[in-house]
C-alpha cells in the first residue's frame, strides 16, 4: 500500500472504507491495472469496476455505488465496512 492511502465505497452523506482483507485484494488488482475484479464482501459476490470507480453486486447491477482510494484520513469518513466510528 502507498503510504496514507485507503479504499472507500459510497455511502449516506460519507464514505466508508473497505475491510482490511478487501482493500488489499482492491490494491492489488488496481496496482496491477486490471479494469474490474470481482470480489466476495459479506457473502456476496461483488464487481469493483476501476474505469467507472463504482461497485454493484454480480446479480443486482442496479444499485451502484461510487468507490475512491483516497487519504486514511478524510473528511466524512463513516467507518470501516458497516461499523461506524467516532
Ligand atoms: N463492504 C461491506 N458491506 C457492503 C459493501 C462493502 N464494500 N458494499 C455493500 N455493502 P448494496 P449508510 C452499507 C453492504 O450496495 O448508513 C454500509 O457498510 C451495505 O452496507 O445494495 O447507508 C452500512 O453497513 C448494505 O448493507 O449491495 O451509509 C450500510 O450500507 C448491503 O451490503 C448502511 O450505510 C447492500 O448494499
Not at 8 to 26: C, F, H, I, K, M
Amino acid at each position: 500500500f502507498d503510504e496514507g492511502y485507503q479504499w472507500y465505497y459510497e455511502g449516506v452523506n460519507g464514505w466508508w472504507q473497505y475491510d482490511a482483507r478487501t482493500s488489499l485484494d482492491l490494491e492489488a488488482h488496481h496496482k496491477k491495472g486490471d479494469r474490474a475484479c470481482e470480489l466476495l464482501i459479506a457473502g456476496f459476490l461483488y464487481v469493483i469496476d476501476f474505469e467507472n470507480m463504482v461497485q454493484f453486486r454480480q446479480n443486482d447491477r442496479t444499485k451502484k455505488r461510487r468507490i475512491k482510494r483516497d487519504l486514511i484520513n478524510i473528511p466524512g469518513k463513516k467507518g470501516i465496512a458497516g461499523l461506524k466510528i467516532g
